[in-house]
């Protein structure tokens, strides 16, 4: 019986919170949420998708790309961390109607000098040269203008006190043939008076490098051009760098353009770029490059094995400090620059036609190659500057090294 009664009382209870239920779901109809409906609408439906790494490069590239007299005509870069390439990117055109890409090759002018001092100093690591030896132990080649004692350490520093050679009377001398190569004796008789003692300062002249050349040659009996292969190119496996004194570029050249006359104007300068050009430029400005293989070289150079470890020191030290927050010392073919407070190595390049930066950076392991096919534009070294300090900072900032 008392079973029953409590059955009962259960089945009442039910019916009544049920029924409870069922009036509290119609009575609120009015107050239930629309499915359609946003309660906390998004202020910014669309986003804008946040750029890739290679999306905000471009960006910068472009931005700095263009014909117009106050940009880069045509770029390219190559980025490195280790031996990994992580970023190659193009902008602009080598020609008219024609893009400028991956594959072209630029003249790298005076990061030359970085190829050659690394020759000089794989030599003295063979024992075959030593930095106290003199010109007079190598070359015959006398000059009033030359100081004979003066050592291979000095030539690489640029602490010789000697003058260029690459003065108005020679550029003639090319243009009236630039299909004959002009002899490199000839050359070292261009050099002009000296500016200082030897060992008094650092003082930049192409002279230094010119010099440095004709001892490669003399010691090896090759041409410069045949040792940097058979001590760099080959072994390394690097097969779009090329010294264009001694060998043909094969492949495509981005064109080179110029303001030959000072009016703003830059004109395409390929059909002067003969073997005359090539031979003035020597070991002072001569290696082309695609910008991917000059990556790989400041990594072989300032992070691998291309010399010996006590040579790749030697040209990464301060031997001459630079009065310049930017530019602030000179090792042995090798220029220090502050990026984003940290001092990276390298060299800048200019010659007729291009212009190129090259730098590693030892914290991060980042290696950048920038290769641009103009010169003498009163905009244009500052832009290479600026392209390589902003490509720079998105690459420390994204990869947070």
């Not at 998708?49 to 106050?70: C, F, H, N, R, Y």
């Not at 040659?217 to 940097?228: P, Y």
């Not at 060998?247 to 002067?272: C, F, K, N, Q, S």
Request: proline share 5%.
């Amino acid at each position: 019986m008392l079973d029953s009664v409590i059955n009962n009382a259960l089945r009442i209870l039910t019916l009544i919170c049920l029924i409870g239920q069922m009036a509290c779901s119609s009575s609120g109809n009015e107050a239930s949420p629309d499915p359609n409906s946003n309660p906390d609408p998004d202020p910014n439906p669309n986003p804008t998708p946040e750029l890739t790494i290679e999306e905000k490069l471009q960006t910068i590239i472009d931005e700095k790309v263009g014909t117009d007299a106050d940009k880069l005509v045509g770029v390219s870069v190559s980025i490195r961390i280790g031996d990994q390439e992580h970023l190659s990117l193009t902008g602009g055109i080598s020609k008219l109607g024609v893009p400028v890409t991956e594959d072209m090759r630029f003249g790298v002018g005076s990061i030359t000098k970085t190829v050659v001092a690394a020759t000089v100093m794989k030599l003295v690591d063979e024992g075959l040269l030593n930095l106290e030896d003199t010109i007079a132990d190598w070359l015959e080649l006398t000059s009033e203008n030359v100081d004979s004692s003066i050592t291979i350490y000095q030539l690489l520093t640029h602490s010789s006190g000697l003058t260029g050679y690459m003065y108005n009377d020679l550029w003639a001398m090319a243009e009236a043939d630039l299909e004959t190569p002009i002899p490199q004796a000839t050359l070292f008789g261009f050099i002009g008076p000296p500016d200082a003692e030897p060992g008094v300062g650092h003082s930049y002249s192409n002279s230094n490098y010119l010099i440095l050349g004709l001892i490669i040659e003399a010691a090896t009996e090759k041409t410069v051009g045949e040792v940097m292969r058979e001590k760099f190119w080959t072994p390394l496996n690097m097969n779009a760098i090329y010294f264009g004194t001694n060998e043909p570029i094969e492949g495509t050249w981005a064109t080179p353009w110029r303001d030959g006359d000072d009016d703003g104007v830059l004109e395409d300068i390929e059909a002067d770029f003969g073997p005359a050009f090539h031979s003035i430029f020597y070991c002072a400005a001569d290696v082309f490059s695609t910008a991917s293989d000059l990556s790989q070289w400041a990594q072989h150079l300032y992070n691998g094995d291309a010399v010996s470890e006590a040579s790749r020191t030697n040209m990464m030290t301060d031997h001459y400090a630079i009065p310049d927050d930017i530019f602030v010392s000179y090792g042995l073919g090798t220029r220090e620059v502050i990026f984003h407070g940290r001092s990276t190595y390298g060299h800048t390049g200019g010659m007729r036609g291009y212009g190129a930066y090259m730098f590693f950076d030892p914290i991060s392991k980042v290696s950048i190659a920038m290769l641009n096919n103009q010169s003498r534009s009163d905009d244009g070294p500052l832009l290479r500057y600026e392209l390589v300090n902003e490509l720079l900072e998105e690459v420390f900032a994204h990869f947070n090294i």
